[in-house]
């Protein structure tokens, strides 16, 4: 029975002996970020299965399950969080208060994959208040969204060039394929951005005004600049934008 008390207060206390950069990367839902991009992956390999040769097809599927392994990518942005980013405990603080709980929630339904396919048509149209729309152009200012999403489809756009690279050596050689991609970079910020107000409204539409203010306030002040700055570094080593699939190094 003394073991049995022990082992339960060892498991009960386990949370307060974890490092707090892995305690943010999991308490800001980057691994339900990541197992929902997992998911979209797996749906676009699908989609593309009948409309590609099959020598074509399985490249991509070997080279997008090679360079988006869950484990390995979970490695690469946590260690690249906790390298970049000196001090966690203002974000940690953040996102573990009531608000911050809100905000991951919301983000993370707004990427489940029945939400995916839900809005794949486009996003419904959300109305809002001057003082809202104001909060949220705030907010799109302070979080690197554009970036971020930019980021990611750069990464998938990376397995494709690969995969010619493969299919017809030097077709891409002399680092042809990474200035290409370079030259997408901006072209696709603005895009996202054209929509990203309607997009914040309607990933954040269950926080009220006053919640967005306090959100905002957190993403401006130095610690939630340097707190997303770092989220889109880590991001970008897990997607592990701007290197071969080839090169990228084995989970360990």
Same mark, same amino acid.
């Given at each position: 029975?003394?073991?049995?008390?022990?082992?339960? +207060? *060892?498991?009960?206390? +386990?949370?307060?002996?974890? !490092?707090?950069?892995?305690?943010?990367?999991?308490?800001?839902?980057? @691994?339900?970020?990541?197992?929902?991009?997992?998911?979209?992956?797996?749906?676009?390999?699908?989609?593309?299965?009948?409309?590609?040769? @099959?020598?074509? #097809? &399985?490249? =991509?599927?070997?080279?997008?399950?090679?360079?988006?392994?869950?484990?390995?990518?979970?490695?690469?942005?946590?260690?690249?969080?906790?390298?970049?980013?000196?001090?966690? *405990?203002?974000?940690?603080?953040?996102?573990?208060?009531? +608000?911050?709980?809100?905000?991951?929630?919301?983000?993370?339904?707004?990427?489940?994959?029945?939400? =995916?396919? %839900?809005?794949?048509?486009?996003?419904?149209?959300?109305?809002?208040?001057?003082?809202?729309? /104001? /909060?949220?152009?705030? /907010?799109?200012?302070?979080?690197?969204?554009?970036?971020?999403?930019?980021?990611?489809?750069?990464?998938?756009?990376?397995?494709?060039?690969?995969?010619?690279? &493969?299919?017809?050596?030097?077709?891409?050689? $002399? $680092?042809?394929?990474?200035?290409?991609?370079?030259?997408?970079?901006?072209? /696709?910020?603005?895009?996202?951005?054209?929509?990203?107000?309607?997009?914040? =409204? #309607?990933? #954040?539409?269950?926080?009220?005004?006053?919640?967005?203010?306090?959100? !905002?306030?957190?993403?401006?002040?130095?610690?939630? %600049?340097?707190?997303?700055?770092?989220? =889109?570094?880590?991001?970008?080593?897990?997607?592990?934008?701007? &290197?071969?699939?080839?090169?990228?190094?084995?989970?360990?």
């Amino acid at each position: 029975m003394r073991r049995l008390l022990v082992l339960l +207060l *060892m498991f009960c206390t +386990l949370p307060a002996w974890a !490092d707090d950069h892995d305690l943010l990367y999991k308490v800001a839902g980057w @691994p339900e970020q990541r197992a929902h991009f997992t998911a979209a992956l797996t749906a676009a390999q699908q989609r593309y299965r009948n409309s590609l040769p @099959p020598a074509v #097809y &399985q490249a =991509l599927v070997n080279n997008s399950s090679q360079r988006f392994a869950p484990q390995a990518m979970d490695q690469r942005a946590e260690q690249h969080l906790r390298q970049v980013l000196q001090d966690p *405990m203002p974000a940690l603080q953040f996102f573990q208060s009531p +608000l911050g709980r809100k905000i991951v929630t919301a983000e993370l339904t707004a990427t489940r994959p029945d939400q =995916l396919a %839900k809005n794949a048509q486009g996003l419904p149209v959300i109305e809002a208040s001057a003082t809202r729309q /104001l /909060l949220i152009g705030h /907010l799109a200012m302070a979080l690197p969204v554009r970036e971020a999403g930019a980021e990611v489809s750069l990464a998938i756009a990376g397995v494709a060039a690969d995969s010619l690279s &493969q299919m017809i050596p030097g077709l891409l050689g $002399g $680092g042809q394929a990474q200035n290409m991609l370079d030259g997408q970079r901006e072209r /696709l910020m603005q895009q996202i951005g054209n929509d990203m107000n309607n997009t914040l =409204l #309607y990933v #954040y539409r269950d926080l009220s005004d006053p919640e967005l203010e306090e959100f !905002d306030t957190f993403a401006e002040s130095p610690e939630g %600049k340097t707190y997303y700055q770092a989220a =889109l570094a880590a991001i970008r080593a897990g997607l592990a934008v701007g &290197q071969s699939t080839s090169s990228l190094a084995p989970v360990r």
